[in-house]
């Protein structure tokens, strides 16, 4: 019965190893958890194959190959555990999974003096990594999705079946060192459902979003000025729309995240009403991450970063007047530059003013090219920079301050004063006079 029951454990993990590596090829934006999930299927065979009992003398000389794979399972559930739930875990999370990592390799020169004292230690860490990965499974059904459930019951059934092995160890009962098995196929299984029904459901809300999205896009053409008024390219638009139908194939994960970026960065560029005055930073912040996240995917070897305040200050400025800078940074610095190269978002917050750099370590500007901006915006394809140079000129008395230097890069640059909105006010009320 043990053997069977063993070799029923091997062929399962094995084929949910497989089913994993498959899912690996195929769903880029699983494929941290599915590294891990993959790599605990394998390790779950290894482990099943080298099960051993008390009464299996003539096998002591695997003590401490048996208890290194055990302890690679609780390992492995860590990290597993980590990439499943994208929240920042405390310190100790990190000190637990170092001592983990320690006692594992610890293992492999165990002298069998101290064979069942390690293995004490290594199923109460065990435990203690089954307990972690339940919270976050459990968390995860709360808060993300009711598939989680089945990966909930499946750890569930780990910490039971090993809470059970650990009493008949106690009692010196010679089956304890198996029961643990029963439950291994149970929890790969349940995980293989929650990552089928994550996948079925990740393609019907990608048709549902596409169907939302097409409807917005045919208001877009019946609106003969839309694209004008909002400066959204149509190149970009189009591109996107493609993107997200190549990916509904791939990789539906990838294509909803994908299309619910497009939709916020379409609710912000769609809103003529606020077009014609100025918005809080943290609207213009909101647009940039959306259109980021689509250029991307777009392009893999482009690198963005924020450098913000601790809290969005409460400023405002003219819409659309960062996301351009955005752009102009990726079309004209970092794609000519072989499409890699990275972008930075800079805010900074002094007494009297506010200071918001755009910059890029792409091919920089000539120096001739560079003396002639900003006034050559309108003769260049930059027209989108000399509408934000035009409108912080007429609002604030200052518009964009370019630095470049061939071959290291581009900084643009705009300085926002804490008062803009009561500017924008007086001058609305000099207009109605």
Not at 63 to 68: A, D, E, P
Not at 83 to 100: G, N, W
Not at 147 to 157: A, H, M, S
Not at 348 to 369: C, K, L, M, Q, T
Request: neutral net charge; contains cysteine.
């Amino acid at each position: 019965m043990f053997e069977f029951l063993r070799a029923f454990c091997i062929i399962s993990c094995m084929m949910s190893g497989f089913y994993g590596i498959l899912l690996y090829i195929y769903r880029k934006t699983l494929r941290k958890v599915l590294f891990w999930y993959v790599a605990l299927c394998f390790v779950f065979s290894f482990y099943s194959n080298i099960s051993i009992t008390p009464s299996m003398n003539s096998f002591i000389h695997i003590n401490n190959l048996y208890l290194t794979v055990s302890s690679l399972v609780f390992v492995n559930m860590n990290f597993f555990s980590e990439s499943m739930i994208r929240v920042k875990f405390p310190p100790i999370f990190t000190f637990f999974k170092c001592l983990c990592i320690v006692v594992c390799a610890a293992n492999v020169f165990i002298p069998d003096s101290l064979f069942f004292y390690s293995i004490a230690l290594v199923d109460v860490l065990t435990l203690v990594s089954y307990i972690i990965v339940f919270c976050c499974s459990l968390h995860m059904t709360r808060t993300r999705s009711i598939q989680y459930l089945y990966t909930t019951i499946g750890v569930f059934l780990l910490m039971l079946t090993l809470i059970c092995s650990i009493i008949m160890g106690i009692l010196k009962d010679p089956v304890f060192f198996t029961i643990r098995l029963h439950s291994i196929p149970l929890f790969l299984a349940l995980h293989y459902v929650t990552i089928t029904l994550r996948y079925g459901d990740s393609r019907k809300r990608v048709s549902a979003l596409s169907q939302s999205l097409c409807e917005t896009i045919d208001k877009i053409k019946h609106s003969s000025n839309a694209l004008m008024c909002t400066q959204m390219k149509s190149d970009f638009l189009y591109s996107t729309l493609d993107l997200i139908s190549d990916r509904c194939l791939t990789d539906p994960d990838t294509a909803e995240y994908l299309t619910v970026s497009l939709s916020k960065y379409l609710r912000h560029t769609l809103n003529f009403q606020q077009l014609k005055g100025i918005v809080p930073l943290e609207n213009e912040i909101e647009l940039i991450k959306s259109y980021v996240v689509i250029e991307k995917e777009k392009h893999p070897g482009i690198n963005f970063s924020y450098k913000l305040p601790e809290s969005v200050p409460e400023i405002y400025i003219p819409p659309l007047s960062i996301q351009p800078l955005i752009e102009n940074s990726i079309e004209h610095g970092i794609i000519p530059n072989g499409g890699t190269g990275k972008v930075t978002l800079t805010v900074i917050a002094y007494r009297d003013y506010f200071h918001i750099d755009v910059s890029d370590n792409g091919i920089g500007i000539p120096y001739d090219e560079l003396k002639m901006l900003p006034d050559s915006y309108t003769k260049t394809a930059r027209v989108g920079l000399y509408n934000i140079h035009t409108r912080l000129l007429s609002l604030f008395n200052k518009g964009l301050v370019l630095q470049s230097e061939p071959g290291i890069g581009t900084s643009i640059s705009f300085v926002v004063p804490p008062d803009a909105q009561k500017r924008i006010q007086e001058m609305r009320e000099k207009e109605d006079e």
